[in-house]
Structure formats: C-alpha cells, structure tokens
C-alpha cells in the first residue's frame, strides 16, 4: 500500500513574452552629404500586417517547451504568422487565467494553450471561444471546454507504456517510487491512473510512495529526496513529468545513485542524463511535432476547416540503444 502526498507551493509568477517578428537586416547609409537629390531616395516600404497573431500559453516557463516554440516558429515563419508566447516561472492557475483573458482583449486570431487545471479553465476558454478566438490544447486537455482540439498523446496508455517498462526492468517485482508534476492537469491524472492500474494488475511491484511537485523545481527536488531517505531499499524511481525526471538527474549525480530512473518528455538534458545513465529509460510523446501541429491546426481553424478533435502525436520508449 502506498501513500499520495500532496503538497501544494504556489508562488506568485511573471510573465514570459516572446512575440515572433520578422528578422530585421542591418542596411548601410550613404553619407548625407553626397546625397544630391534627397527626394529620390525611395521610402521605406510600410511593414507588412502579419496574416494571423496566435497565443500559446505554457504551464509554467522551462526548456522542455523551448523545442516547442522552436517548431512552432519554422511553422509560422513561411505563413507571416506571429504568435505571443507566456508562461507563468512556475505553475499558476491564475497567471494562466490571466493571460487568455489579455489574450482576449488583445483579439489574437487562435490560442494554444496547455492548461494546469483542465476543469478550472473550462469558464475562461469558453469565453475566448465565445469571442470569435478558436482554442485548442495540447499536452493536457480539457474536454468539457469548448476548445477545438487536443494535440498530444493519449495519457493513459502512457501511462501503462511506463508501467510496462519498470515491469520488464525489476522482472515484475521491487519497491518504486513516483513523483507526478501538477496534481490537478488532466493528463498527470491520466499518466497516474494508467500507470497505477498497469502496475496493480499485471504485477507484484510495490509503489512505495506518490509525490506531486505542483509544477516546483525546489519541491520536485525535496520530496524526491525525502522519498529516497523515508525508502532507502528502493529499486526504481519514475518520473511522470519531466520537471520530477530533471530534478532526478540531479540527485542520482550527487548522491552516486544506480537504481534504475524513469521519466516522460524528451529534452537535451535528458537525452544526455540517457546516455550518461542517470536516466534508464524516456517516455517521448513526440513533443517536438507539437509545435507545427499547433500552427496547423489554428490555421485551419481560421479557414473554417476544424481540426480532427484529437491529434494523436504518439508515444515511444527511449534508452541508450534507441537510434
């Protein structure tokens, strides 16, 4: 039997903007005074309206979402569509209320947005689409909403796509511990309840302890050591989100650590901590197509050609022997 601890530090947040612009080049100048004729210099062409301005709102402001915004930038870039950026420094279901309702007064054209609490969100998304601004999610959904669709993975068969894994490590049996991220997004709950399911029915491995961050570096890293010194005899430790899986680098540096190490989302540092072996085995949900997917899917949606509700990005284990 285990047990759930749930602490909850929420802190107040700044905002992150980046407004995709066109790159301006540098042009040289004549020195006035060989300019015979000044009404002949040709002036400057007026800046060109940008076809569209979408919103994509992050759950909180780290590097995971840098490879998205990325994607999303080559998308957009073809098109002449600017897009604003914001996430709140760590997770705040009120910065993210926030943001979509100055998105709102803004009149942006479409908003991506993966929300912390799928339920508490559903009014203001209504709202934004009441408006005339089609929303869809991605990485976590909010389906009573009336958001046009989902980008991502579907979280519980990711959910036992990790069971399955500590599964074939420990041979069906040993002691774990998990840490999940933000106790109230739909898709830690679905990664969760997949996992646990998996775990409880299809094996004999004990899970000593769940933890959740709530979307906290410093908390991620302190429960995860608490765990460790409350179940020092344990075999494997799974991360649910990637902030849990970063923080869990860390620790198995300092501390010397070879017990096999889990996690969800692919990102440089851990593609390094894979190769490294501070992490054993990634859960990718092929976050890195999620960027172009949003730029396709609002563009449709502006064309009056509604995305399918639910863009299923896939998911697929990832080791040192993965290609």
Same mark, same amino acid.
């Given at each position: 039997?285990?047990?759930?601890?749930?602490?909850?530090?929420?802190?107040?947040?700044?905002?992150?903007?980046?407004?995709?612009?066109?790159?301006?080049?540098?042009?040289?100048?004549?020195?006035?005074?060989?300019?015979?004729?000044?009404?002949?210099?040709?002036?400057?062409?007026?800046?060109?309206?940008?076809?569209?301005?979408?919103?994509?709102?992050?759950?909180?402001?780290?590097?995971?979402?840098?490879?998205?915004?990325?994607?999303?930038?080559?998308? %957009?870039?073809?098109?002449? !569509?600017? $897009?604003?950026?914001? #996430? &709140? @420094?760590?997770?705040? +279901?009120?910065?993210?209320?926030?943001?979509?309702?100055?998105?709102?007064?803004?009149?942006?054209?479409?908003?991506?947005?993966?929300?912390?609490?799928?339920?508490?969100?559903?009014?203001?998304?209504?709202?934004?689409?009441? %408006?005339?601004?089609?929303? !869809?999610? $991605?990485?976590?959904? #909010? &389906? @009573?909403?009336?958001? +046009?669709?989902?980008?991502?993975?579907?979280?519980?068969?990711?959910?036992?796509?990790?069971?399955?894994?500590?599964?074939?490590?420990?041979?069906?049996?040993?002691?774990?511990?998990?840490?999940?991220?933000?106790?109230?997004?739909?898709?830690?709950?679905?990664?969760?309840?997949?996992?646990?399911?998996?775990?409880?029915?299809?094996?004999?491995?004990?899970?000593?302890?769940?933890?959740?961050?709530?979307?906290?570096?410093?908390?991620?890293?302190?429960?995860?050591?608490?765990?460790?010194?409350?179940?020092?005899?344990?075999?494997?430790?799974?991360?649910?989100?990637?902030?849990?899986?970063?923080?869990?680098?860390?620790?198995?540096?300092?501390?010397?650590?070879?017990?096999?190490?889990?996690?969800?989302?692919?990102?440089?540092?851990?593609?390094?901590?894979?190769?490294?072996?501070?992490?054993?085995?990634?859960?990718?949900?092929?976050?890195?197509?999620?960027?172009?997917?949003?730029?396709?899917?609002?563009?449709?949606?502006?064309?009056?050609?509604?995305?399918?509700?639910?863009?299923?990005?896939?998911?697929?284990?990832?080791?040192?022997?993965?290609?």
């Amino acid at each position: 039997m285990y047990k759930i601890r749930n602490n909850r530090r929420w802190s107040m947040c700044v905002l992150l903007l980046l407004i995709m612009t066109p790159l301006l080049t540098a042009a040289s100048c004549s020195n006035p005074a060989t300019i015979e004729n000044p009404a002949e210099i040709p002036a400057p062409a007026p800046a060109q309206e940008p076809a569209y301005t979408f919103g994509i709102i992050y759950p909180l402001a780290h590097s995971y979402y840098e490879t998205i915004t990325l994607y999303a930038m080559q998308a %957009a870039e073809p098109l002449g !569509i600017e $897009f604003i950026v914001k #996430a &709140p @420094d760590e997770a705040n +279901l009120e910065q993210q209320i926030r943001m979509i309702e100055t998105m709102i007064r803004q009149g942006v054209d479409g908003i991506a947005i993966a929300p912390i609490d799928s339920h508490a969100l559903v009014p203001i998304i209504n709202r934004a689409v009441e %408006a005339g601004i089609p929303v !869809i999610t $991605f990485e976590s959904d #909010a &389906p @009573d909403s009336k958001r +046009l669709a989902f980008i991502g993975a579907d979280n519980e068969a990711a959910g036992v796509l990790m069971g399955e894994a500590i599964s074939d490590l420990l041979n069906g049996q040993g002691m774990i511990l998990v840490e999940s991220g933000m106790s109230q997004m739909e898709s830690m709950k679905q990664r969760l309840d997949g996992f646990l399911t998996y775990i409880n029915e299809q094996t004999e491995i004990d899970v000593l302890e769940v933890t959740y961050n709530e979307g906290n570096a410093e908390h991620a890293l302190s429960e995860l050591e608490i765990m460790i010194d409350d179940h020092p005899h344990f075999d494997a430790f799974v991360a649910l989100d990637f902030l849990s899986g970063e923080t869990s680098i860390l620790v198995w540096k300092s501390m010397g650590l070879s017990r096999y190490a889990l996690t969800f989302g692919m990102m440089p540092e851990i593609e390094e901590a894979i190769r490294n072996g501070q992490i054993t085995k990634a859960v990718s949900q092929q976050e890195h197509t999620w960027g172009a997917q949003i730029i396709e899917s609002l563009v449709l949606a502006k064309a009056g050609d509604g995305p399918p509700s639910f863009i299923d990005t896939g998911t697929m284990l990832v080791d040192a022997d993965t290609d």
